[in-house]
């Protein structure tokens, strides 16, 4: 079973995240968890072989995801119904046999546990993938000064290679939190008791989360919900991660800076101005990076309010936004991973950036320079001096300095901007050995 993607879905929600959340996947996912709390039954000893494999070709009949949905209206989940359709298909013992001891919240949750799980994989892999190009250009572009930029003003210069080293730095870390993370079984009963069980709830609850290779919690967690809230944090930080360095892409992209470029032949045109050649991978992946705070709002805000054993709403508010978070962090994730894929640095950009404030970007390395023969204060009012002259009369800096130092020379010596880098260099290739002692699943 596969969902049509709808109008919107190739651009905001694009790579396997997609599938993994799909309606096809969630039901895929309740199924998996009827058959297996069936099997683990009969593990137990509780059910016969014979009636939890009936149940288990029964959970391999294709359900329509637009049915269930109807008919889930009546009791507020699409277990319900499902169970119903279980049952009516089997017989005797084994229609008794499906969902046996269980609540719709064990099954809901515990399938919410297997569809993130899947979806995060997908997602960890796309933000690996963007690491890996992040840190290839690093790499490539090791020594290469560039203009450092703080409040959006150039500030001092570093290398490109420390800039695509931070956000392969980012995105390593925010893969890495997402894959530690680690999914639970939902299983309690109607109110945790696994009071229909007849005394043997927790050897079931073991034999289902071997079965589905999920932990198992002491108690069940249906109104203590932080691993969802987990979750959504771990979300949340892939999300920044991935907005982060988008929001970069889209600036350095800028035609007044352009200092990146994607290439992807045929992509990034306008629909009325055949010049545009718009960073439509950098773009989708900061538009789901935009939307995914409010999303983990709004799973933290459902997470935080369940009320005694089982709540009355704040259950049922997890399911969407909680999905379309999946979702959204899939899309930006791929979407990035697409565009440090085929990003182009243009060298002769960076270098320019460098020139632009007439040597102004190399203030603090001017004064650092002077330091030594006239002294700190000496040095910072001589070099200030000389900036807001240039700025007030709109000559270039490193003239100015020339003039106030009496030497040429000196000026351009104190102004050349791969003498201002400090230890960037060294700190791209300790970032990049780091990377290869890191052991990934």
Do not use: Y
């Amino acid at each position: 079973m596969t969902d049509r993607p709808g109008l919107f879905d190739p651009v905001l929600a694009r790579g396997q995240a997609r599938a993994a959340v799909a309606d096809a996947a969630w039901i895929e996912a309740l199924l998996e968890v009827e058959s297996a709390l069936a099997q683990a039954a009969a593990d137990v000893g509780t059910l016969e072989r014979a009636d939890a494999d009936a149940i288990s070709d029964a959970c391999r009949r294709p359900v329509d995801a637009e049915e269930l949905g109807e008919e889930a209206a009546a009791s507020g989940n699409p277990v319900v119904p499902l169970v119903t359709r279980l049952r009516a298909g089997l017989e005797g013992s084994a229609a008794s046999g499906v969902h046996r001891g269980a609540t719709s919240q064990d099954v809901v949750d515990t399938a919410a546990m297997l569809v993130a799980r899947r979806a995060v994989a997908a997602i960890t892999t796309d933000l690996r993938e963007a690491a890996d190009a992040a840190a290839g250009l690093a790499a490539a572009h090791r020594d290469r000064p560039a203009a450092g930029r703080t409040l959006l003003q150039q500030a001092a210069p570093i290398t490109a290679g420390l800039r695509f080293a931070g956000w392969a730095g980012g995105l390593d870390d925010a893969a890495a939190a997402l894959a530690a993370w680690r999914p639970a079984v939902q299983l309690g009963g109607a109110v945790g008791t696994l009071a229909a069980f007849d005394g043997h709830g927790r050897a079931v609850r073991a034999a289902l989360a071997r079965r589905l290779d999920l932990a198992e919690p002491t108690l069940a967690w249906h109104t203590e919900r932080g691993r969802v809230a987990e979750l959504a944090g771990l979300l949340g930080r892939a999300g920044a991660a991935v907005g982060s360095v988008s929001t970069d892409l889209v600036l350095l992209a800028q035609t007044e800076v352009g200092e990146v470029r994607e290439d992807v032949p045929g992509r990034g045109g306008s629909s009325t101005l055949p010049h545009k050649r718009n960073p439509v991978a950098a773009v989708s992946a900061r538009a789901a990076a935009i939307a995914v705070a409010g999303l983990v709002a709004s799973v933290l805000t459902g997470a935080s309010l369940h009320e005694h054993e089982r709540a009355a709403g704040p259950w049922h508010a997890e399911w969407r936004p909680l999905t379309e978070l999946l979702r959204t962090v899939g899309s930006g994730a791929a979407w990035l991973a697409d565009a440090l894929g085929h990003l182009v640095v243009d060298t002769d950009r960076v270098a320019a950036a460098l020139d632009v404030t007439g040597g102004l970007l190399l203030a603090e390395q001017a004064t650092t320079g002077l330091r030594a023969r006239l002294g700190h204060a000496a040095a910072k009012d001589l070099v200030t001096t000389a900036a807001g002259a240039a700025q007030d009369e709109g000559r270039p800096f490193a003239d100015v300095l020339a003039e106030a130092l009496g030497d040429p020379d000196e000026a351009r010596a104190l102004l050349d901007p791969a003498a201002a880098v400090g230890e960037a260099a060294a700190l791209v290739d300790d970032f990049l050995e780091s990377r290869t002692r890191k052991d990934r699943p």
